[in-house]
């Protein structure tokens, strides 16, 4: 099947830093691409849709400033987290679909993030 | 808006047994497809199922069966003969439109645990 990948897995940084989350699709190309935060026991929440070439359309409440997407070619989009505070602190999970076949959107193996 | 609802937090089931997890879903849209997802403490998202809105026959793959109710407004997983490795969180999830390029909004999450 088509995969997803992440990086970093996991990342520690200070507050006040940035830190930068890759997400690529493997053997496919994905002109939309999508990021979910998931704090521990609850759901995956989505942050925003990461549309190649164009601006990131961002859910309410999620702040465009503070996670920065970039999906500049059809197999990678990232996520940064800019001047990241321990309230940033989750898993974060990306996620694409194929053009064709299987309806099953794949998801990448996660970020876990801690803002120290 | 659509919302999809997942009233069981945490579930219990015995090797071998049968285990129904429940999923209410709401949308104004007529065509919509429905998934559920397996979770492990790995955090990493496992496709297992996939209803479209239009499908007469209730899905299944292997062990996996889709229980759909359309007038109910319910997409309920069937697990069957339970085993160990099935213990996991499990999300049912909504995509408003048939085709494979929208979000999927997720449900709040069942724990399920198998008993030996």
């Known amino acids: 099947g088509a995969v997803v990948s992440q990086h970093p897995s996991w990342v520690i940084c200070k507050s006040g830093t940035s830190v930068k989350i890759e997400c690529r699709s493997l053997?496919?190309?994905?002109?939309?691409m999508f990021w979910y935060r998931q704090f521990p026991k609850q759901s995956l929440m989505l942050m925003a849709t990461?549309?190649?070439?164009?601006?990131?359309?961002?859910e309410q409440g999620v702040e465009k400033d503070k996670f920065l997407i970039n999906h500049a070619s059809l197999t990678l989009s990232t996520l940064t987290v800019t001047s990241a505070h321990p309230e940033d602190s989750s898993f974060y999970i990306c996620?694409?679909?194929?053009?064709?076949?299987?309806?099953?959107?794949?998801f990448g193996p996660g970020t876990r993030l801690t803002v120290l | 808006a659509q919302k999809i609802t997942q009233t069981q937090p945490g579930m219990f089931v015995q090797e071998k047994e049968a285990v129904t997890l429940d999923c209410t879903y709401d949308?104004?849209?007529?065509?919509?497809?429905l998934f559920w997802y397996k979770q492990p403490s790995s955090g990493e998202m496992i496709f297992l199922i996939y209803?479209?809105?239009?499908?007469?026959q209730n899905a299944t793959e292997g062990r996996y069966s889709l229980n759909f109710q359309k007038a109910r407004k319910s997409a309920n997983l069937v697990i069957s003969a339970s085993q160990l490795g099935d213990s996991a969180m499990y999300f049912c999830?909504?995509?408003?439109?048939?085709?494979?390029?929208?979000?999927?909004?997720f449900g709040q999450g069942t724990e399920l645990s198998v008993k030996p």
């Open positions: 996620s694409a679909n194929r053009d064709r076949g299987s309806h099953e959107q794949f």
């Open positions: 053997d496919f190309q994905a002109t939309t």
């Open positions: 990461s549309n190649e070439g164009s601006k990131a359309t961002y």
């Open positions: 949308t104004s849209d007529q065509s919509y497809g």
């Open positions: 209803q479209g809105s239009y499908d007469e």
């Open positions: 999830a909504m995509r408003e439109g048939l085709g494979r390029g929208g979000k999927l909004i």
